[in-house]
């Protein structure tokens, strides 16, 4: 099964950018769908971005335009560029495999936004 350990995380003032990393073990990582949600407390997690086996790619509406997904499967990583970042952008953000109905989500990295 697939283990992912993301970094990237950190304080940025507002319009600021980050880059989000979230690595991956194993052999098979082209094969898994992968995305990044985030989460705050009292709220439900929610979609920011998702690419999948294709490099197609979804976005959460309110990140559109700002924030960018990629992968390298060369690397077994997958990034989020965060551009333009808002105080409401600070959240816990999570990466999640997904292979058919099995999803794997790593441990969180906290971004934090000033303004």
């Known amino acids: 099964q697939v283990q992912l350990v993301e970094s990237g995380g950190g304080l940025v003032q507002a319009g600021g950018s980050l880059r989000l990393s979230c690595a991956a073990s194993?052999?098979?990582?082209?094969?898994?769908?992968m995305g990044w949600f985030r989460q705050t407390p009292g709220k439900e997690r929610e979609l920011v971005a998702t690419?999948?086996?294709?490099?197609?790619?979804d976005y959460g509406d309110g990140v559109k335009g700002r924030f960018t997904i990629t992968r390298d499967n060369a690397k077994n990583t997958v990034y989020l560029q965060m551009n333009n970042l808002r105080p409401e952008d600070a959240a816990v953000y999570y990466c999640?495999?997904?292979?058919?109905?099995?999803?794997?989500w790593g441990q969180g990295t906290q971004v934090t936004v000033s303004s």
């Open positions: 999640r495999a997904r292979i058919l109905s099995r999803h794997t």
């Open positions: 690419i999948n086996v294709g490099a197609r790619t």
């Open positions: 194993g052999r098979t990582f082209s094969t898994y769908a």
